[in-house]
């Protein structure tokens, strides 16, 4: 989720959308009112385009109906239609559960529902922001270092930070061999 919520951070102005707070881990939908884990909303408005909802067991047919019973409650409370949900898992994805999200499109009136392994999402989304990296780092970074040790233990916050030096050091050499490189052209 953190992951996810950095990235949105760091490019909102670029993508023009925002990231909602984020609700506790361990919260019910139903207890917050949200559609999923993230929400992201279009900036300076309530439209709600795309929700997001991570869980760490292998997504089935009813947790998509689930998510279309809770999709149908919004839009009847708030009028507005989301474009996006996307469940991320951390198990393989069944390939009927892939087929029925897939052909949802058009029965949901134009609601594209996506079910993603993590691997999968984080190399689509993370390349979207390359040119972004230092941000997202820094945006990442915040959230990882804000959550309680219950959340995110302290081990892996350490390991996180051995992980941001090294990623300075590599965007560093980057910045000298590019350097370099003008220097030889010039």
């Known amino acids: 989720m953190l ?5 949105y951070h760091s490019a909102s102005e670029h993508l023009g959308e925002r990231c909602l707070p984020l609700e506790s881990h361990n919260a019910a939908d139903k207890q917050t009112g949200s559609l ?10 309530n439209n709600l385009v795309t929700s997001y ?3 760490l067991k292998r997504i089935t047919i009813n947790d998509i109906n689930n998510a279309i ?11 507005y239609k989301i474009d996006n949900y996307i469940f991320i898992t951390t ?9 029925y999200a897939v052909n949802l499109y058009e029965k949901t009136g134009g609601i594209e529902i996506v079910v993603l392994d993590c691997l999968g999402f984080l190399r689509h989304f993370l390349h979207l922001f390359h040119r972004l990296r230092m941000q997202f780092v820094e945006e990442y ?3 990882v270092l804000a959550e ?4 995110v233990s302290y081990p892996l916050k350490e390991a996180f930070l051995a992980l941001r030096q090294a990623v300075e050091s590599v965007e560093v050499e980057t910045n000298l061999d590019i350097e370099t490189e003008l220097d030889t052209l010039l």
């Open 53 to 55: 909802e991570m869980k």
């Open 148 to 151: 309680p040790d219950s959340a």
């Open 141 to 143: 970074q915040k959230l």
């Open 91 to 99: 198990e393989t994805i069944d390939k009927d559960v892939e087929d």
């Open 69 to 79: 019973q809770k999709i149908t409650r919004r839009v009847e409370k708030t009028g």
């Open 36 to 45: 999923g884990n993230i929400e992201i909303m279009i900036i300076n408005t």
């Open 3 to 7: 992951i996810v919520a950095a990235a």
